[in-house]
DNA sequence: AATGTAATTGCCAACCATTTGCAGAAGGAT
DNA sequence: ATCCTTCTGCAAATGGTTGGCAATTACATT
């Protein structure tokens, strides 16, 4: 299981004495449908094919709300636009061509690793990680098979 | 070293076309002072205790002009600002406490290692890393000492 | 099912960081 | 010293995000 399905994440909102309704149901199946990577913007424009009423204060009130209660997380992918995404059980991290910007997730053990030995070394425990790797990818020239 | 002197990135100005203004290295000066944790802001208040006439646009621009030159980079430590700081010859990266807000830069062989293998494993030539690992410092009740 | 009520929405204006247009100032080659 | 072009300062514009408020809606209670 990577993240929690809309019903699981209702039901984290109701425990929170948060309503239930249409738009944020409709605005959590947008940020999950779009994996990942939709801005504020894109997600209200997608929001408004279901719901052309929707407005886009609620959008933004209800990605705050969403990110509040952690249910989705904000990424920063370039200094432009946040992208907001369903909160995974196990976080991933980015690879981001800087020339067709396309991302790529992944994972790693390292990560692991670094996050005990700096944990130690400084003396903070450690709760979210970020990691951008930014370059080209194959296509765009980066690969050593090009 | 760690990064270029003001003197040097000058050069770098100049090889570019670019004109050396008081302006210019007014604000290299402060954001080689402010060692990476300014804001676009607060660079502007700094850089006016020297010269009062100096204007938030020109800082904006130059700002801009620095980074597309390589010559700074700009980190984002939260959603509200960026902030900006001398780019290193060696990159590092942040450990950042989510109460008191401090920032400790760390570095650890274990990013080069993350690096090769992902890059393999991808297909992707990196060429910036950035890290940001958010949790509580020692002093914020974040340590296993407490 | 109807009612009460507090949270939520939509609209619109405000906000604030950043960008832009333009006329005047200044770097730097000659 | 002159000329040309870039750069600056100012003020207005821009664009993403937030806030106020009246109308709407979720949902607990009856």
Redesign the pocket.
């Known amino acids: 299981m990577t993240s929690l399905s809309d019903e699981q994440t209702l039901v984290v909102l ?1 425990a929170q ?8 149901k409709l605005l959590l199946e947008v940020v999950r449908q779009g994996e990942g990577h939709l ?3 894109e997600i209200y424009r997608r929001a408004r094919e279901q ?1 052309p ?6 959008v ?6 969403l990110k509040e209660l952690g249910l989705i997380s904000e990424v920063h992918l370039d200094q ?3 992208h907001y995404e369903l909160r995974d059980a196990k976080e991933h991290y980015h690879l981001i061509c800087r020339d067709c910007d396309r991302v790529v997730e992944f994972h790693s053990p390292l990560v692991g690793k670094l996050m005990d030995q700096i944990s130690g070394e400084k003396d903070f425990s450690i709760e979210r990680v970020h990691i951008d790797l930014v370059g080209l990818c194959g296509d765009c020239g980066g690969s050593k098979s090009g």
């Open positions: 109701r004495g948060r309503r239930v309704t249409l738009q944020r801005d504020a913007d719901d009423r929707i407005s886009l204060s609620t933004y009130r209800n990605l705050n709300l432009e636009h946040h």
